[in-house]
């Protein structure tokens, strides 16, 4: 059975567009900031020097696509952003069946959750000490697929 297509109504005053284009925009330049850090596709002859160094070329080759893969969505978030504002006192839909939520518990580890969960379960709680998880991301999926929630408690 497919699951049904969840839809965020979204109104927001210019103001607040305007506050939220450069909250997106000092995430796009923090990335950006960090990307400086990953310049590489292709590894170095000194990066294949050993297994030690190409497996850490590999860690950052995967953290450079992950910041690459935020950039992309936060640029897709000024998009609807912007095209809201050109048409004031518009509603803009977005769909979230493919936004899953990331917690840490106080030990770091991390725990997914799809946002479709919270309607039914809550938010997530540590298993190990009952108190709620902090919340540090929300992922959105290009192909969204339901993920299943690691370990904790809804």
Known sequence: MAAAQQHLKLSITARQADILLDTL?????E????????PKDEPDKTDTCCD???????QRALQRKALLERK???QHLITI????????????TVDLSGVTLIYRDAAGKTYE????????????????SGNDLELIAAL???DPAPTET?????
């Open 52 to 58: 030690a160094h190409l497996a850490r070329f590999e």
């Open 31 to 38: 990335t950006d900031h960090y990307l400086l850090s990953y």
């Open 81 to 92: 952003v912007e095209a809201s504002r050109s048409s004031p006192g518009s509603t803009t």
């Open 25 to 29: 925009a000092d995430k796009s330049v």
């Open 113 to 128: 959750q799809p946002l479709a969960d919270i309607e039914s379960a809550g938010t997530l709680i540590d298993p190990d």
């Open 140 to 142: 959105v999926a290009a």
């Open 150 to 154: 690691q370990g904790a408690t809804p």
């Open 72 to 74: 992309a969505e936060v």
